[in-house]
T-cell receptor
Framework: KNEVEQSPQNLTAQEGEFITINCSYS?????LHWLQQHPGGGIVSLFM???GKKKHGRLIATINIQEKHSSLHITASHPRDSAVYIC???????????????FGKGTKLSVKP | DTAVSQTPKYLVTQMGNDKSIKCEQN?????MYWYKQDSKKFLKIMFS???????INETVPNRFSPKSPDKAHLNLHINSLELGDSAVYFC??????????????????FGAGSRLTVL
């Protein structure tokens, strides 16, 4: 069982719709990342958060540490938002070294004009 | 001006060959990573280096040997290539929390990926 679960796997929306992508994880983490992979393959880091909420333009990421859950929201979606959105968590590590990132399987978003 | 650059972008080779993928970052980060993205688009960590020192080595065949000559470079050498090695390999870098000087610490910056096809 993958330790990071994303939902939905696929999402089709009309331009202008409000989008929510969810990510759940299983144990304590030190950080959670949201990544965007463009149709061309390039990966961009959107957010890194360990608590609360972050906003950048039309993108909002929230995390609830108690519920082990994070959401990525896109307001006023646009066809150029079409991409795969990947959640990744860094579990708390031991011995002082950095924990490695565990990735979700991604959510493929298509926004239709 | 690319922050994390990988070469080559595409690599097609025969089974049994040895090949290398190079990665360089000009962000001043102290940690670099290699990730493998399989045909199902699932990303998985392979290696992580912090200040030229190996800190993560996931269950990767020892045909894969990372080399970090300095903290700006992390190269991946693969011996005796197999069909199952076909994938996109992403290099990334970040600044570790220990070296944190700004709120962007530990944010990953990815290279464009290197698509390896083994025939």
């Amino acid at each position: 069982k993958n330790e990071v679960e994303q939902s939905p796997q696929n999402l089709t929306a009309q331009e202008g719709e409000f989008i929510t992508i969810n990510c759940s994880y299983s144990v304590g983490i030190s950080a959670l990342h949201w990544l965007q992979q463009h149709p061309g393959g390039g990966i961009v880091s959107l957010f890194m958060l360990s608590s609360g909420k972050k906003k950048h333009g039309r993108l909002i990421a929230t995390i609830n540490i108690q519920e082990k859950h994070s959401s990525l929201h896109i307001t006023a979606s646009h066809p150029r938002d079409s991409a795969v959105y990947i959640c990744a968590v860094r579990y708390r590590s031991y011995g002082g070294s950095q924990g490695n990132l565990i990735f979700g399987k991604g959510t493929k978003l298509s926004v239709k004009p | 001006d690319t922050a994390v650059s990988q070469t080559p972008k595409y690599l097609v080779t025969q089974m049994g060959n040895d090949k290398s993928i190079k990665c360089e970052q000009n962000l001043g980060h102290d940690t670099m990573y290699w990730y493998k993205q399989d045909s199902k688009k699932f990303l998985k960590i392979m290696f992580s280096y912090n200040n030229k020192e190996l800190i993560i080595n996931e269950t990767v065949p020892n045909r894969f040997s990372p080399k970090s000559p300095d903290k700006a470079h992390l190269n991946l050498h693969i011996n005796s290539l197999e069909l199952g090695d076909s994938a996109v390999y992403f290099c990334a870098s970040s600044q570790s929390l220990r070296g944190q000087t700004h709120s962007g610490a530990n944010v990953l910056t990815f290279g464009a990926g290197s698509r390896l096809t083994v025939l």
